[in-house]
């Protein structure tokens, strides 16, 4: 990284921690009057490790009565005020709310584990804390968190049988998934992540090797990249979590550049208890930004209707609800499904015939775009990533495009490639764009995916079969799609060697298509 990306990281999530803190102290004054005052405590975390915390209790409890209870481990690189504003409403609420400074960050002491082991037992600590400090009720407990918080309150669920109801927000379940999808590098997404923890945290040894490992594309360190990522994911323990029975909501915004929806969806459909799962335009914990600050949010108005119903037996409704909630990048309210594989009720194949032959090394135009700033333009003004299609250079861009729509087509769930690829070197990255193209060749990004290849046979052809990032996206009536294929991205590390070709053939025992998921018209 060079030094003024480092300096521009620095200083954004200084800006960042800086307007939660402001935030936080100004979602107190309209719930001073009635939670009890918040109270910063330390709580005594595994082996030791020191964990700054505060906890806010409805008005005037006391032993008398006992009260539901609610853990929140911080985000990635934010102090523990970050939760003020929602814990004052979920104490207004008969909530008592803890929440902690994880390991590794800020005040709190130890090194950053990523949701490992220590970290995982830190949450049953500050539970027992709870239930020993405050008139916490033992059988009525839940986690929730954004981002960071999210994953460890779903792992942690799967240790600790207490846990009795998850809000997984802006998370992850597949850590592996999640930053090295299609075996590339997400390099912006992990350099967001590497650089907020140098700034507010104290980085362990092995987590400063994992990312320089990743960072070289250390192949001979893969595989202990992989075990160390799958230990730090709740779908490895999934079956413990069905056995202890939580009800398990999950959030994520479709543009998600550090956590993609698909991970969050695959990990949904094997939950067997109560579940929801809510997708919204944006990106990485932009849908739940605006509650930190004590708004009104929808994220953050379901996470306390879902645990009013499954904490506290509130008649609200949510559990009678269609628990796959949907809303479009492009406008309208929210879909209900009963299930994620409802969401699109048919494929529509578009053929990728011919043969196309690309250099690589060079960026065509085409791209996922930038980090945050991208997908938070989508959210707001409807503007994605846009490439011009007729534009694109053909020496390093393949490009496919099916008729125009009569009618609009509603694009519900995760499109998928299946091409035939042959190389001319061992190791080679390619992504794939699918676009919504208008009438004077504009296309608006509507989702990508990379992926990468290693120890091929040069002049060999190999099958192809890459799921790109799920989505809703409707694409308006005269328009056409348009799949196209390039070599380099920004938001990841390629990884063609110089000079290299890739060849892409329809065979006509195995054709090649993009399949597109459509809702019910």
Known sequence: MGTHRKALRTTAVGAVSATLIAGGALGLAPAAQAADAVRFVDITGDGGTVLKANVVMPAGADGAHRYPLLVLP??????????????????????IVVSYNVRGFWQSGGEIEVAGPPDIADASKVIDWALANTPADSGHIGMAGVSYGAGISLIAAAHDKRIKAVASLSGWADLIDSIYSGRTQHVQAAALLDGASLVTGRQSPEIRQIFDDFYA??????????????????????????????????????????????????????????????????????????????????????????????????????????????????????EGYPDWKSVAATDRKIALAGTTTIHTNV???????IVFLSSILDQVAQLPPMASIPLL?????????????????QIRGTAELHTTVTPTKESGTLVAYLYDVGPLGLGKLVSNAPYTFHGRTPGEPFGLDLDLFSTAYDVPAGHRLALVVDTVDPLYIEHNPSGAQLTFSSPANDPSYVSIPLRKQ
């Open 74 to 95: 911080t985000s990635w690189g934010l102090p523990q005020v970050e939760y003020l504003a929602q814990a004052q409403k979920l104490a207004d609420s008969g909530y």
């Open 217 to 334: 594309s250390n192949l001979s360190k893969e595989q202990d990249m992989i075990n160390w990522g799958k230990k730090r994911s709740a779908a490895t323990y999934v079956d413990q979590l069905n056995k202890n029975g939580a009800a398990v909501m999950m959030a994520n915004a479709w543009g998600d550049t550090v956590f993609s929806p698909n991970q969050y969806a695959d990990f949904y459909e094997k939950l067997t208890g109560p579940k929801r799962l809510e997708f919204r335009p944006g990106d990485h914990a932009t849908a739940e930004l605006t509650g930190l600050f004590g708004l009104p949010n929808d994220v953050w108005t379901d996470t306390e209707r879902w645990f009013g119903h499954y904490l506290k037996g509130e008649d609200n409704g949510i559990n009678r609800e269609e628990p796959v909630q949907l809303k479009s990048r492009s406008a309208g309210g929210y």
């Open 393 to 409: 250079p053909r020496r390093w861009a393949a490009v496919w495009q099916s008729e125009k729509y009569a009618a609009a087509q």
């Open 363 to 369: 960026d065509s135009g085409a791209d996922g775009g």
